[in-house]
């Protein structure tokens, strides 16, 4: 399995917010003394381009996103902090799920796992929203088309609703997107009847759920979901929007499942993409804010991907 890690996701400082650097920290921490880092191969890897970045992102956007971090800005939106070195931070996000598509397409492997921040699915085409700057997986699934595939299917099984994703796909038919999530939640969308627009409707499946629900019934869900959007989308690759935040410790979500519960969805994902396109699966590290369980839940998530 590829591994993406790196020290250089600490640089993107945001003090005492929820997205802390201790996040980061902690899953380096735990890469190393259960022994990832030997275990996995840990690919070099250069930051995103601007042109990979565009594909999502407007151009005047980006402009305003590298000033803020340069003028070591703070609080750029609502739920949103920036400093002097979070745009390096996010450009090796970016480029770290660009270089595993790539490598994963050719072939180097069939799975990788980006342990990065800041985390993306909420980053809209003109704002940061979210905690999130760069739109890490939107990102990667239009590099995965420029290098020739026709079908890409993303997962994102974070307890916000990936509205960002969501948005950069709403009419694209070659872009198919699951999302489970917590409802009525941060941001407010992701409801049932968000299936796509135009030639894209149906590509598009929201699974609301309200905060009662079990970790049972929330495994049944997802993967009976997807299983069906799957079978008939036919997927070539598929990157997960890997969040934790939905671990019943969660402070910033919370639902009710365990480090055992991300392990078992991960397995689950990982026959998916079996069944579907060779295997070829890219996880990225999206949300989880306690910081015992979150490391841990990686921590079982990679057990899930090296299973087989």
Known sequence: MLLYHSQDF?????????????RITRVNEMLSTNGWLDKCSRPQWKLATPDQ???IHTESYLT?????CEDDAG???VDTVVSNRSWNAALMGAGAACDAVERVIRGEDSKAFCAIRPPGHHAIPDNAMGFCLLNNVAI??????????????????????GNGTQDAF??????AFVSIHRFPFYPGTGKEDEIGGGAAKGTKKNIPIPASTTAKDFLAKLMDATDALAAQFKPQLMLLSAGFDAHRADPVGGLSLEETDFETATKWIVELASTHCNGRLVSLLEGG???THMPQSVDAHLRGLTAS
Not at 170 to 175: F, G, R
């Open 10 to 22: 600490e640089g993107h400082n945001t003090g005492s917010h929820p997205e802390c650097i201790e």
């Open 75 to 77: 609080r750029i939106e």
């Open 140 to 161: 990667a699934a239009r590099h995965a088309k420029t290098l020739g595939l026709e079908r890409v299917m993303i997962v994102d099984w974070d307890i916000h609703h």
């Open 170 to 175: 709403w009419d694209d038919p070659t872009v």
């Open 64 to 68: 305003k996103l590298q000033q803020w």
């Open 289 to 291: 804010y306690n910081l």
């Open 53 to 55: 970045c565009q594909r």
